[in-house]
Each structure stands twice: as structure tokens, then as C-alpha cells.
């Protein structure tokens, strides 16, 4: 009867209006569970492939490194895009490079190149589109490339823009693009 006198206190205490509090066991327990705050990891900035931009009349490639000077203090009508991306040579004879670009979810395109403005390199350019991360400013002129010169994605001709391309930098992969976007601000 002893060991069920504790019990019988209990629910006495209970019947009677009294308070019940339980005590839990190991109170450590708790405060190992609580989740350690967050610690801020570095996020890795992707590195571009290639990094063209807009140097007087025709277009230089820089070093991929370092590169992101190249996309700050946006101005009025400027804005950075994550786009697709395509590297094509004109077929008119006297020739010119090209990275023409194109919104992932809309309809409009941009490009960078002129005729007989070279800066591909000899070798040759891939047939696959990939991605790129691009600085424009809106204009208030409609551009077109020519027809007929091979100046398009695969499959088109031609091109119209109302914007002007100050730089490019290409990217292995979508998700490297928008890092490299992301990384830059707003």
C-alpha cells in the first residue's frame, strides 16, 4: 500500500482543483536539442567561360577573372539579364562575330558583334546555344542584323533589337548564370 500512496496523493490533489505540474526528467536533454543559429557560408561566385564587351566600334574578350566590375553601377535604361546564349560568324563574304542572346521567357534578343568585327578566334564555335549573363541599355532605335549573312539561333535569320549590348559573359550552365546574376546585387 506504501507504493500506491503517491498515486492516491496525486489524484486527490487533482479531485480537489489542485495544480498538477510534472517535472520532466532530464532537462539537458532540451537545451542539446535547440538548433545551432545559422552560420553565413560564403557562397562561390561561378567563373565565366569567356567575357566579351563592347570596345569602340568592335568587341575585346577580358579575362574571366575580376570580371564583375564590368556589370556594376548600372545607369539609367540598364538592366542585367540572364539570357541563352549563341556564338555565330556572318557568312557575307567579309565576315564578323557574333554572341547573339535571347530571353529565357520572353521574345526579345540582343546581340554583340559587327560586321567585320572579329574576336572568336579562328577555331570552331560550338552549335549548341548555352547561357549568359549580358548588361543592356534600352534605346529608343529599333536595330537588325542583315539577312542571308548566317546571323541567327539555329534554324532563324536575322535579328532586331532595341537595346545595345555592353557585355557578355558566358557560363557552362543556366544555374552558373544566375549565380554569377545574383552574386551581383540589385
Known amino acids: 500500500m506504501l507504493s500506491l500512496r503517491p498515486l492516491l496523493m496525486l489524484l486527490t490533489l487533482a479531485a480537489c482543483g489542485g495544480s498538477v505540474v510534472f517535472v520532466e526528467e532530464d532537462p539537458q536533454e532540451e537545451e542539446e536539442t535547440q538548433a545551432e543559429p545559422p552560420v553565413d557560408v560564403p557562397v562561390e561566385v561561378p567563373t565565366p567561360e569567356r567575357v566579351f564587351y563592347a570596345d569602340g566600334a568592335c568587341v575585346a574578350e577580358v579575362a574571366t577573372s575580376g570580371t564583375q566590375a564590368l556589370f556594376e553601377d548600372l545607369q539609367s ?109 540589385p
Not at 149 to 177: H, K, Q, R, T, Y
Open 77 to 185: 535604361g540598364e538592366q542585367r539579364l540572364v539570357v541563352e546564349t549563341f556564338l555565330v560568324r556572318e557568312c557575307s563574304g567579309a565576315g564578323g562575330d557574333y554572341v547573339l542572346a535571347r530571353e529565357l521567357s520572353g521574345s526579345r534578343s540582343y546581340w554583340l558583334g559587327d560586321h567585320t568585327c572579329y574576336f572568336l578566334g579562328n577555331g570552331e564555335l560550338p552549335t549548341t546555344t548555352s547561357y549568359g549573363v549580358i548588361r543592356v541599355t534600352q534605346t529608343a532605335a529599333l536595330f537588325s542584323v542583315p539577312t542571308g549573312w548566317c546571323i541567327g539561333f539555329p534554324g532563324e535569320d536575322g535579328l532586331s533589337s532595341d537595346s545595345n549590348v555592353s557585355v557578355v559573359a558566358l557560363f557552362a550552365s543556366l544555374e552558373d548564370a544566375q549565380a554569377y546574376l545574383a552574386s551581383l546585387g
